[in-house]
């Protein structure tokens, strides 16, 4: 088992950024990745990071304003958010499997309890 603690969310205008972070709670070889849903939307797959870090995927809605990285040593990966957008808000799940990424959520095995992004006009 893999308990992930999401922190980072919270309330920002428009064109402006916020870093979440996502401590797993022991170590491992898995990867890692970021969903979001907003309300009355399905979930959606934002990003994923292999173990190593060195592969890295993103959905084309954050493409070049999203950053996912981390820190193996801290068993944390970072999503970091610039240039948000109204339709950025939505909660944000932290989640990981072992293997490689994957794009479907139903294929991941362990998941945060989310963290809240809302981003004004």
């Known amino acids: 088992q893999v308990q992930l603690v999401e922190s980072g969310g919270g309330l920002v205008q428009a064109g402006g950024s916020l870093r979440l972070s996502c401590a797993a709670s022991?170590?491992?070889?898995?990867?890692m990745g970021w969903f979001r849903q907003a309300p009355e939307k399905e979930r959606e797959f934002v990003a994923a990071?292999?173990?190593?870090?060195?592969?890295?995927y993103y959905a084309d809605s954050v493409k070049g304003r999203f950053t996912i990285s981390r820190d193996n040593a801290k068993n944390t990966v970072y999503l970091q958010m610039n240039s948000l957008k109204p339709e950025d808000t939505a909660v944000y799940y932290c989640?990981?499997?072992?293997?490689?990424?994957?794009?479907?959520?139903?294929?991941?095995?362990?998941w945060g309890q989310g963290t809240q992004v809302t981003v004004s006009s």
């Open positions: 989640t990981s499997r072992p293997g490689v990424p994957t794009t479907e959520g139903r294929l991941w095995d362990y």
């Open positions: 022991r170590r491992t070889r898995y990867a």
């Open positions: 990071t292999s173990w190593s870090g060195g592969s890295t």
